[in-house]
């Protein structure tokens, strides 16, 4: 409770206040603020861009307000207000102070670096620790905080984060909440420093990331990178985001300057929203051009349904909601139960009297009370019993109400509702679970779980059940179940702990239904998926050999000459870039028209095949051996001098004349012509080269065969060389 009475509108204790108003006077309403505008009136759109800074900032009260984040529009309402004067409209002079994105900015407040600030949900778990925020006005009637994935596949999932690297903000406390709801547990994955950016995502350094959904999302669509948004109002749990806040103590001790910026940020946020192109140009011209223009209206326009400014007054807040996420917090266990929110929130229209005049009141009002103090007791006495009675009666009522409602929901719902007790036997069974299961209430009740399930799922059945009656929150399983009719179907379940009046746990309340028909279509579909696939790698397979077929000479197994009239210009491109030699070495086998003509051509074709393993036998991994055509080879070798090259050629050469053909008295000999020609030396393209090679082998033919040629620098006359 705050350290000072709140006065209510309406009147009350006004003789009180009548009374002491002489000395109020001079306290109370220091640095009141106006009365807003009204939202989008003539006044306010006729109204020029001011600057905070004017000729009497002497006068203004100076207070900073600690941002979330650097700045853009998320912080619209606050820019405006400044720049339209609201702020020194109001006698404050107003500072902005953005966050580092190492900090929780939050810290500022409490540690009186800021008097005010932009929170989330968190602020509740620092209310519980003790220190003491006070809600201001809400911005953003829903959070946009979530969790972005890259999704290329379109069919991710957020448990994919388990066992990887993933980046959560500071206070960023309802993404744990809604990662626990969905099962993964803080330890379930490894939180690394947040960096900010998409690019983390894109680099693989993280799995997911944290973001505000107005925000980041801009980056992967403008770069047309596909992402899944997994937002925590998707698990049921539905926050407030951004929240204007102070300290109890500013409260207590500065009262009209709180209401005063409270009542000048609002009307800044009405602007804001309302001339939403003009803030844009603010930003970019006085605070920071770190962000485009059109990714300042992407935020804009995804903040408008997140702030609500039609259906909802920018500002508002309900206790109730605020109450509603507290249970959640309890209920993963980030908060203790039942915890009290008063003074959590800021009552716009209280009047705060100060500290001494409280004093003061307690004074006056002790005096009175304690000359009513023995009536009241009298009257008291008399009307004890009678209240006493007709309380009894109204609770009576209240629990045969909400013994229908318990019984209506428990008979009616699409679900089967089944009571364990802590030895897993059956306590209570609906309607549904006889519809399901086959088995009545009455062959049920008192029998063990086991009934139900197959053996073979009955050690899970136990984790879970001993689960949740020692840990509690709410564990989901699958299990395959029996029925009265011997059917094996497979069912989903919901179980948490049953408890009594006086808080024991007495046993599990299990809710399940028959999802049997669901995951036979989700077999079917993934046999379709595996049967698609394994037919598409097929195809992928088949064209693989189709193309090898196209590219490979059918005798030899060599590359045949497509392959080397669209590999050699890259080869050679690749030789330009980067500065290296290529060796062109074009092959002949001597005589091959007579070994056909005197031999037969199934002789002729061993030649060839043996020509070509020999070329294999000696060619690097990068090496080119192709078939030209007829008996001619070329031997492309990149990244090799002309010692090196002549040194190879010349190994070819003796080794192909050391193969012979045929058997016997008919074996033959084999030999071949080897013309060499480099690049740069020889061509400066792939053309010049491949010509040059060829005179070269034409020399080598000319010069008696058996042998290699090297082409000639300085004329078109190659050099003959002996094999």
Excluded at 330 to 346: C, F, T, V
Excluded at 351 to 365: V, Y
Aim: proline content about 5%; glycine content about 8%.
């Amino acid at each position: 409770m705050r350290s000072c009475f709140d006065w209510r509108r309406g009147g009350r204790w006004l003789a009180l206040l009548c009374a002491c108003g002489a000395l109020l006077a001079p306290h109370a309403f220091a640095g009141a603020p106006t009365a807003p505008a009204e939202k989008g009136s003539g006044a306010a759109a006729a109204t020029p861009m001011v600057s905070e800074s004017t000729s009497d900032a002497a006068t203004l009260t100076p207070v900073t307000l600690q941002l979330k984040w650097q700045h853009q529009f998320q912080f619209a309402g606050y820019y405006a207000a400044a720049a339209r004067g609201y702020y020194r409209d109001v006698g404050l002079d107003v500072r902005f102070q953005e966050a580092d994105g190492k900090h929780d900015p939050t810290d500022a407040v409490f540690e009186g670096r800021a008097e005010f600030g932009v929170g989330n949900s968190d602020l509740l778990l620092r209310f519980a620790r003790g220190q003491k925020p006070v809600v201001l006005a809400v911005i953003f009637q829903h959070s946009p905080l979530a969790m972005m994935m890259l999704d290329p596949s379109g069919v991710g999932s957020l448990h994919s984060i388990a066992g990887r690297p993933v980046m959560i903000e500071p206070a960023a406390a309802e993404l744990f909440a809604y990662l626990r709801r969905e099962g993964l547990a803080p330890g379930s994955f490894t939180l690394v420093p947040h960096g900010f950016h998409p690019d983390d995502l894109r680099s693989g350094k993280v799995e997911a990331m944290s973001v505000y959904s107005t925000d980041e999302p801009f980056l992967l669509t403008q770069s047309q990178t596909p992402f899944a948004l997994y937002s925590p109002r998707t698990s049921g749990i539905d926050f407030y985001g951004d929240n204007l806040f102070t300290t109890e103590q500013m409260v207590n001790e500065r009262p009209a300057v709180v209401a005063a910026f409270r009542q000048a940020s609002l009307r800044g946020w009405h602007y804001a929203m309302e001339h939403q192109e003009e803030i844009i140009d603010l930003i970019l011209q006085k605070y920071s051009q770190r962000k485009s223009r059109d990714h300042l209206r992407y935020e804009a326009a995804h903040m408008a349904p997140l702030v609500q400014p039609g259906p909802v007054d920018i500002g508002y807040t309900y206790p109730g909601r605020w109450q509603h996420i507290a249970d959640i917090y309890a209920e993963l266990g980030m908060l203790p139960p039942g915890i009290s929110l008063d003074g959590l929130l800021y009552e716009p229209d209280a009047w705060h009297i100060p500290r001494w005049m409280t004093w003061m009141m307690f004074g006056l009002l002790g005096a009175v009370l304690s000359a009513l103090l023995f009536s009241l007791q009298i009257f008291h006495n008399n009307r004890r019993l009678a209240t006493e009675a007709s309380l009894r009666r109204q609770i009576e009522a209240s629990l045969q109400l909400s013994e229908r409602r318990y019984r209506t929901i428990y008979e009616e719902a699409p679900l089967a509702f089944i009571l364990l007790d802590r030895g897993a036997h059956v306590a209570g069974w609906n309607s549904n679970a006889e519809r399901i299961f086959g088995w009545n209430a009455g062959e049920m009740l008192g029998r063990s779980i086991e009934r139900m399930v197959i053996p073979e799922d009955m050690p899970k059945v136990r984790e879970v059940l001993d689960q949740v009656l020692i840990g509690g929150g709410v564990r989901h399983s699958v299990n395959h179940n029996l029925t009265r009719d011997g059917r094996v179907i497979v069912c989903e379940w919901s179980n948490s702990q049953e408890i009594n009046a006086d808080g024991e746990v007495i046993g599990v309340l299990c809710l399940a239904q028959d999802a049997t028909e669901r995951f036979r279509m989700r077999e079917e579909l993934e046999g379709a998926n595996q049967s698609l696939r394994t037919q598409i790698a097929q195809i992928q397979a088949l064209q693989s050999q189709l193309l090898e077929q196209t590219l490979r000479d059918p005798l030899t197994g060599v590359f045949n000459r497509r392959y080397l009239e669209e590999t050699r210009p890259r080869e050679f491109a690749r030789a330009q870039r980067e500065g290296y030699a290529i060796a062109f070495l074009f092959l002949d086998i001597d005589r091959f028209k007579q070994i056909n003509d005197e031999l037969g051509h199934e002789v002729g074709d061993d030649a060839l095949r043996q020509v070509a393993a020999l070329l294999l036998a000696h060619a690097r991994t990068e090496d080119i051996v192709c078939r030209f055509g007829g008996d001619e080879f070329i031997v492309l070798l990149p990244n090799m001098a002309q010692a090196a090259a002549l040194a190879r050629a010349r190994q070819i050469c003796a080794a192909c004349a050391e193969l012979t053909l045929g058997s016997g008295e008919g074996a033959t000999a084999l030999s071949v012509s080897i013309g060499v020609a480099l690049y740069p030396e020889h061509g400066q393209t792939d053309a010049e080269l491949a010509r040059a090679a060829d005179l070269a082998l034409y020399a080598a033919k000319s010069g008696g065969r058996n042998r290699v040629a090297l082409a000639r620098t300085d004329s078109r006359t190659p050099t003959p060389g002996d094999a």
